[in-house]
Antibody
């Protein structure tokens, strides 16, 4: 069974760093891209970026380039989304999802989401 | 940057047909995908490549695309179809989700 399991909810202060994870199982982790999607409270879905764990090829939405870092460790089938200095505006639910191509392809399996709260 | 525009809300009575549109300049050349998101849950793929339905998705969900508009149709809407729906596609500048449509079934 294909599963994407994300790390648990986080509460952080502005300026702190954070790395959340997404662990894949039940499929060849290095054969699919993992994308990250932000959903701010009460708002819509936003495509942030995507990584191919097979060779770490990474693409970012212009809106998120330089704001976050996407990485992966294929040895443990895990993708990551990280911030070096959080802002209150980073408060959101973050989802990872699996897809066969970097652009214009279906996300067929999703993680359960990680809620990140940034507050002083 | 690329934008996909959806109506903010659609209301439908149980058993009636709901249509949700998604407008984007690249849709004549790129596929549209549709996701359903129920309150407090992760999105679920309901239509891919304009009109294909994943296994497990009820037949009342269908999709079409013509010119710069893609459409998700729920034929015989059920109370359990009440959710937010997002289209998704791409162009040369990247991938993007639509603005989202809240479907109310009452």
């Amino acid at each position: 069974e294909v599963q994407l399991v994300q790390s648990g909810a986080e509460v952080k202060k502005p300026g702190e760093s954070l790395k959340i994870s997404c662990k894949g199982s039940g499929y060849s982790f290095t054969s699919y891209w993992i994308g990250w999607v932000r959903q701010m409270p009460g708002k819509g879905l936003e495509w942030m970026g995507i990584i191919y764990p097979g060779d770490s090829d990474t693409r970012y939405s212009p809106s998120f380039q330089g704001q976050v870092t996407i990485s992966a460790d294929k040895s443990i089938s895990t993708a990551y989304l990280q911030w070096s200095s959080l802002k209150a505006s980073d408060t959101a639910m973050y989802y990872c999802a699996r897809t066969k191509a970097a652009a214009g392809h279906k996300f067929d399996y999703w993680g359960q989401g990680t809620l990140v709260t940034v507050s002083s | 940057s690329y934008e996909l525009t959806q109506p903010p809300s659609v209301s439908v009575s149980p058993g009636q047909t709901a249509r949700i549109t998604c407008s984007g300049d690249a849709l004549p050349k790129k596929y549209a995908y549709w996701y359903q998101q129920k309150s407090g849950q992760a999105p679920v793929l309901v239509i891919y490549e304009d009109s294909k339905r994943p296994s497990g998705i009820p037949e009342r969900f269908s999709g079409s695309s013509s010119g710069t508009m893609a459409t998700l149709t729920i034929s015989g809407a059920q109370v359990e179809d009440e959710a937010d729906y997002y289209c998704y596609s791409t162009d040369s500048s990247g991938n993007v989700f639509g603005t989202g449509t809240k479907v109310t079934v009452l």
